[in-house]
């Protein structure tokens, strides 16, 4: 895809600062994050657009890393008016009474242990996939879950990114 090809990503790379800002942060809400990608602007392409979000999210420290999460809605339980979040998590509605209350008690679990929302890349999954995933999850030190919510993060930024580039 190249910039002639993606009419967003044109947009984006011409935009000024402060509305190519809150375009990012609507993406991810770590400002270390959003800094980094404004300082690469102009991206050729939406290649050099995730490569460069992957670089910056492995840069993220553990503050950076709250900061982003905190942009997070708890699985089944996205923001009300916030369409990124209930496209994402389109698996959870339609999940019975029993698994969103199951799905609740469990991310109040990861909550209490981890200190924040558990994170997962939610777009394609199940309710009953994502269950498993923090049920699995939730037995993770906290360096490896660290590691596992970075890893989560690359995958929502590089999708909402590509919605960015696409103009959509």
């Avoid at 270390?32 to 910056?56: C, E, G, I, K, Q």
């Amino acid at each position: 895809m190249t910039s002639s090809t993606a009419p967003g990503l044109t947009r984006f790379n011409t935009a000024e600062e402060g509305t190519a800002r809150a375009a990012l942060h609507e993406i991810c809400a770590a400002t270390a994050w959003v800094d980094a990608m404004l300082a690469r602007r102009p991206y050729p392409d939406a290649a050099a657009l995730f490569t460069a979000s992957d670089a910056a999210t492995a840069e993220l420290g553990a503050a950076d890393l709250a900061e982003a999460m905190a942009g997070h809605p708890p699985i089944g339980r996205p923001e009300p008016g916030d369409p990124a979040s209930s496209r994402e998590q389109r698996g959870m509605a339609a999940a019975s009474g029993r698994l969103k209350a199951e799905m609740l008690e469990l991310n109040l679990a990861y909550q209490e242990k981890f200190g924040h929302v558990f994170l997962i890349c939610a777009t394609g999954l199940t309710g009953e996939q994502m269950r498993d995933a923090v049920r699995e999850r939730i037995g993770n030190t906290r360096d490896g879950e660290r590691e596992n919510v970075r890893t989560e993060l690359v995958k929502i930024n590089r999708i909402r990114l590509t919605r960015l580039a696409q103009g959509a």
